[in-house]
């Protein structure tokens, strides 16, 4: 798999030095095919490199969609509320496996029924931080069956809200840059696992 300037930049900074290994994503072109790897922090630098990104919505039985609060040590978004879960598959990695894996890394749960709901590109700059989500994202919407357990070095809070409740919230509360790309994206496939009376 082909790498950026800066992706053998930084390997070659770290080596022998005993830092941790950086995290690599996935570059991608407009039509999600991949085309290299970069750093995390500067595939989000602006004006940002198009990679492969993946979000998760899950909903417990009664048609409530799960939000976590990004915490605070996180140095991008801190402290705002978004979707269950969101993330970047390492290169290599399916986008399934990596929307499993985190979901769980982050909230203690496992996923069931968990389906993909199609892709979104976007482009979203974050003005707190200047960084920049240019974003290939895979879609995947599931049941929470059980109670999170967030890792609290990830997730500040989570909170279960109809869709009544989630207007309300978005209107008073900080949210991801994202949000609501991904959620509008997801849409077909959340009003098809919930039901139309979820109002989704």
């Not at 402290?79 to 894996?101: D, I, L, Q």
């Not at 976007?122 to 929470?144: I, K, M, T, W």
């Not at 008073?172 to 994202?178: G, M």
Request: with cysteine; hydrophobic share 40%; net charge negative.
């Amino acid at each position: 798999m082909p790498t950026t300037p800066a992706t053998d930049a930084t390997r070659s900074a770290s080596a022998g030095t005993g830092a941790r290994e950086p995290i690599m994503l996935e570059l991608v072109d407009e039509s999600g095919n991949t085309i290299g790897t970069a750093e995390k922090l500067s595939a989000h630098q602006a004006p940002g490199l198009l990679h492969r990104a993946f979000s998760v919505f899950l909903f417990d039985q009664q048609g409530r969609l799960l939000l976590q609060q990004r915490a605070l040590g996180k140095y991008h978004s801190p402290g705002v509320w978004s979707n269950t879960c969101c993330g970047h598959p390492y290169p290599g990695e399916s986008p399934f496996a990596a929307a499993a894996r985190r979901t769980h890394e982050e909230l203690g749960l496992s996923p069931a029924l968990l389906a993909e709901a199609g892709t979104v590109r976007y482009n979203h700059p974050d003005p707190a931080s200047g960084l920049v989500e240019q974003e290939y994202n895979h879609l995947f919407v599931g049941l929470a069956q059980a109670s999170p357990h967030p890792d609290p070095e990830e997730v500040g809070a989570t909170a279960f809200v109809t869709a009544g409740e989630l207007a309300k919230r978005h209107a008073e509360q900080p949210f991801s840059a994202w949000f609501m790309t991904v959620l509008d994206a997801a849409r077909p496939a959340i009003r098809e696992l919930t039901g139309d009376a979820a109002g989704w």
